[in-house]
């Protein structure tokens, strides 16, 4: 969830056990503290929007403490403005929670005043979520963005994108990209560093994505970056070369797509793992041209249908000539049961997150938006 681990004013009162009393710790100091406190919204609000109306403010004076917290202690993070006027939090809040305010602030004197308050933030009528991958605790290939799909259109993207938050470790710098209103993926400029830990952080608990429409969802997902493995089709070779870490560790020979239905050129990353699956030409737009109901080690590379696959009807096509209807076929059985053959081999050392680069097909790129592919999209275009 979003970070509201930490305390949000400047600092704690420097009177000790005697601060935030009011007028008997001024009295305590000779006299009354001018400073005047003012917190918005009012005490005892209810129904109290989850972002903008929080606001803690003080005249003939300066703020030195500001603890905003939860029904569960947790605080709420924030700072005090220069000049210690003003304080605002740094983030939304929860949807449905009661938080407590208390707020010291000194005159030119030195003398404190302090403020209490408690307030009721709204509870949500229309609420979305984001269903994300990769899951939590599992291990990936270097291209694995983190991807984030929401359950209604986004209007308010730019408070969505502040409430997830990614970390890595080593650190290195992530960025957001938008697929439409629905959709939002994270990576790097490059293709992750192995081993790298990646924690995100989905606060959406109180964001407005839309008008009257708040996320209803607090969760931390951690995955870690696996041993860097990409393979690289050449469509007019018919090969595939298997790197890890930039040295090649097999050569595979392949089958692409034919003249027609040549297969998609660029980077594309692993989302899905079948042992065996059914392949129809009707789901992608092929009429009745195949329905193969035991295609063996397949592995999802585009939303659309374009697999990497054990392939045991295609005879001597492999290392040969491009015979497939647009997927990248690997020589197999029937039944995928012989662990030696180069299908077995490739689907066994291949997990999710793994590059497969395509490249002298006659086809154009990939569209990003296909699959988790937005590696090829530039840096910049990326950040726009």
């Not at 929670?97 to 707020?103: C, D, I, N």
């Not at 990936?140 to 986004?154: L, Q």
């Not at 692409?256 to 660029?266: A, F, L, R, V």
Request: glycine share 14%.
């Amino acid at each position: 969830m979003m970070a509201v681990t930490a305390c949000g004013g400047g600092g704690h009162s420097e009177s000790g056990p005697g601060a935030g009393k009011g007028k008997d710790s001024g009295t305590r100091q000779g006299g009354q503290s001018t400073a005047a406190v003012s917190i918005a919204p009012k005490s005892g609000a209810t129904n109290v929007d989850t972002s903008g109306a929080l606001k803690v403010n003080v005249a003939k004076g300066r703020l030195t403490e500001v603890v905003v917290k939860d029904a569960k202690g947790t605080r709420v993070d924030g700072s005090i403005a220069a000049g210690g006027a003003s304080w605002t939090p740094s983030t939304h809040l929860a949807g449905g929670t009661k938080y407590t305010v208390h707020a010291v602030a000194k005159d030119s004197a030195g003398r404190e005043a302090a403020e209490d308050s408690s307030f009721t933030t709204l509870t949500p009528k229309n609420t979305f979520v984001g269903y994300f991958t990769p899951e939590d605790g599992s291990t990936v290939g270097v291209g694995m963005p983190f991807s984030v799909r929401f359950t209604r259109g986004i209007t308010h993207p730019e408070d969505v994108e502040k409430a997830i938050r990614v970390k890595t470790e080593p650190a290195v710098d992530v960025e957001g990209h938008w697929f439409g209103n629905d959709r939002l993926d994270f990576r790097p400029e490059k293709y992750w560093q192995e081993g790298t830990k990646v924690t995100v952080d989905l606060d959406l608990d109180g964001v407005e994505g839309r008008a009257g429409v708040y996320g209803k969802q607090r969760k931390t997902v951690k995955f870690t970056i696996g041993r860097n493995q990409v393979s690289v089709v050449d469509a007019k070779k018919h090969t595939m070369k298997v790197t890890q870490d930039g040295k090649v560790v097999k050569t595979i020979p392949v089958t692409t797509g034919k003249p027609g239905y040549d297969t998609w050129n660029g980077q594309m990353v692993m989302s899905e793992k079948l042992t065996v699956t059914r392949m129809n030409g009707e789901t992608v737009g092929y009429g009745g041209e195949y329905d193969i109901k035991d295609v063996p080690h397949a592995i999802r590379l585009t939303n659309s249908g374009t697999f990497i696959h054990g392939n045991y009807w295609g005879g001597g096509a492999f290392g040969n000539y491009n015979a497939s209807h647009g997927c990248v076929g690997l020589r197999d059985v029937r039944g995928g049961y012989d662990r030696n053959v180069p299908a077995a081999w490739f689907f066994n050392h291949s997990i999710i997150g793994d590059v497969v680069v395509v490249k002298h097909s006659h086809d154009r790129t990939v569209d990003p938006a296909n699959g988790l592919n937005g590696w090829n999209m530039s840096w910049a275009d990326w950040k726009k």
